[in-house]
């Protein structure tokens, strides 16, 4: 199992950046994707950006795609969403998520097994 900590949300005006961080400990990490996805409320959650972690493979959903960067620092096992031009519509709860068993990178949440308690994002307009 992999436990998973996010961090980094907060309230940010429309046009701003944010940067989240998700900290990984457990097993380890050679053959996991990782993956950012979202909650608004009343929505389903949503997929946003997710990498393999031994690689430098990456995937967005096309409404962050230009706007929010993935990446790892493998020495801290610490995931990032570089989160830049934040609009009202990406207010939602992040959540970290690893997919212990992956071939290739998914975006379907029921897909990872491992999941953070999530970090609330707030834009206001």
């Known amino acids: 199992q992999v436990q998973l900590v996010e961090s980094g949300g907060g309230l940010v005006q429309a046009g701003g950046s944010l940067r989240l961080s998700c900290v990984a400990s457990?097993?380890?990490?050679?053959?996991?994707?990782m993956g950012w996805f979202r909650q608004a409320p009343g929505k389903e959650r949503e997929f946003v950006a997710a990498m393999l972690w031994s690689g430098s493979t990456t995937r967005y959903a096309d409404s962050v795609k230009d706007r929010f960067t993935i990446s790892r620092d493998n020495a801290k096992n610490t995931m990032y969403l570089q989160m830049n031009s934040l609009k009202p519509e990406d207010t939602a709860v992040y959540y970290c998520a690893a997919d212990r068993f992956a071939l290739t990178i998914t975006t379907m949440a029921t897909n990872y097994d491992d999941w953070g308690q999530g970090t609330q994002v707030t834009v206001s307009s």
């Open positions: 457990g097993r380890t990490f050679g053959r996991y994707v």
